[in-house]
């Protein structure tokens, strides 16, 4: 069974990083993929970023150039460097897996796995 664990969110002020990591566990093949969703209140969940085996990104454009996706694959842990947050960043992040991965997505139908998601909150 796939588990994904993340941690790193919590409180900043508008303009501050922060750093979410997410360890996974359990993938039954080597060719897994993993990304970054989000969900603020009253809207549907969003793809953020996605990185393949071989390390190719993905990112939704409202996050171009201010996030950065990344992976230890060997230790199946995934992270996301938030920079210049905005107040609309603030949402509940979370890590999202498929195993046995051949494409890149940014839509939430693609994944099997679910982490339990961590509060970023952005304060303006």
């Known amino acids: 069974q796939v588990q994904l664990v993340e941690s790193g969110g919590g409180s900043v002020q508008a303009g501050g990083s922060l750093r979410l990591s997410c360890a996974g566990s359990g993938y039954r093949s080597s060719t897994y993929c993993m990304a970054w969703f989000r969900q603020a209140p009253g809207k549907e969940r969003e793809g953020v970023a996605v990185?393949?085996?071989?390390?190719?990104?993905s990112y939704a454009d409202s996050v171009k150039g201010r996030f950065t996706i990344s992976q230890d694959y060997a230790k199946k842990t995934l992270y996301l460097q938030m920079n210049t947050l905005k107040a609309e960043d603030t949402a509940i992040y979370y890590c999202a897996a498929r195993d046995y991965c051949y494409a890149r997505s940014l839509s939430a139908s693609w994944y099997n796995y679910w982490g339990q998601g961590t509060q970023v909150t952005v304060s303006s």
């Open positions: 990185i393949d085996r071989y390390g190719t990104t």
